[in-house]
Each structure stands twice: as structure tokens, then as C-alpha cells.
């Protein structure tokens, strides 16, 4: 009988020993995901602060991002350029649009550069032709999407928006 008792007990105690693995493995998975997570956020928050960095130490790259890239005054290699700028935009929406689906990323990463977009950049024929070539890397949801936040309802308004600031409080208008 001693046997019987001492084989129980050693088979509950390996039994709870699986039992604090797999909570300990499923902790560690957690906390490995979130870890991941906070890479991806902060990699796409990175990419970001580079291209704002890049702008504010190089004077003829904002002069050239400050011009009307719709006017027909632009030169050949402003006009290239200017399409390069757009697809880089677009490139990067869906990789951070894939990983906020993908639950990587948090959604804000996705509407920053939205919002950018939404201010005028994508509103250019050259960013319609540009979009209207790209898009058929894309699956219809995200185009839907796209669509629906450039060209379609939910658009931000700069004017209100610049209205809205200077009454002190910083709500995006929605129109």
C-alpha cells in the first residue's frame, strides 16, 4: 500500500508539473508576442522618424515636397521623382496595414500615415495613376478600404482641422 501511495502522489506531482510548464510556456509566448509587437511598432514608428528627420536636415528635399505636384510646371525629373515619393507611400501603407491586420502593429501606425495621405498627396492625377497601377497587387478589401478613406467618405478637412487648433483643442474634423 505505501507503494501505491508514494506511485499516486509522484504521478500528481509530475502531473502538476505539466500542468505549471505549459502556463509557464504560455506566458513566455506571451510575452514573446508582445515583445514582437512592440519591434514592429517601433520599426514602422523608426522608418517614420527617418523620412520627417531627412525632410527637416534637407532643405531642397522639403522645397520639392512642398510643390504642387499636380502643376504643369514640373520638370521631368520632378515629376519621376514625385511618382517615386507616391509609390514609397503606398508600399509603405500596406506593409502597415498588413501587420495592423495581422494584429503586429497597432492601428494608429496606419492612420498617421493615412491622415498624411489624406491631406492631399493621394488627391494628385499622378497619385490616381499611380494607385490605379498599384492596386492591382492588392486584394479587394484593402482596396475597398483605400478607396473609401482617400477618395470617399471619413476625409479629413485641413481647413476645419486648422480651425479646430487654433481654438486650442486638436480634434480631427471628419467630413
Known amino acids: 500500500m505505501n507503494s501505491e501511495i508514494i506511485i499516486l502522489v509522484v504521478q500528481i506531482i509530475a502531473a502538476l508539473g505539466v500542468v505549471i510548464s505549459v ?5 513566455q509566448i506571451h510575452q514573446q508576442n508582445e515583445i514582437t509587437k512592440a519591434q514592429f511598432g517601433h520599426s514602422l514608428t523608426q522608418r517614420q522618424y527617418e523620412r520627417y528627420f531627412a525632410t527637416a536636415k534637407d532643405g531642397e528635399f522639403a522645397n520639392f515636397l512642398s510643390k504642387d505636384w499636380s502643376s504643369d510646371d514640373l520638370t521631368d525629373a520632378e515629376n519621376w521623382r514625385s511618382t517615386m515619393f507616391i509609390i514609397m507611400c503606398l508600399v509603405d501603407i500596406f506593409d502597415v496595414y498588413e501587420k495592423v491586420e ?12 493615412m491622415n498624411a495621405l489624406k491631406f492631399g498627396t493621394m488627391k494628385t492625377d499622378k497619385a490616381r495613376s499611380a494607385w490605379d497601377f498599384w492596386k492591382t497587387t492588392r486584394d479587394q478589401k484593402f482596396i475597398n478600404w483605400f478607396e473609401s478613406e482617400i477618395y470617399g467618405e471619413g476625409q479629413l478637412n485641413a481647413d476645419d482641422l486648422l480651425e479646430q ?3 486650442g483643442s486638436f480634434k480631427a474634423s471628419i467630413r
Do not use: C, P, S
Open 23 to 27: 502556463i509557464y510556456l504560455g506566458v
Open 102 to 113: 495581422k494584429g503586429f502593429v497597432d492601428k494608429k501606425h496606419l492612420d498617421v500615415r
Open 165 to 167: 487648433t487654433k481654438g
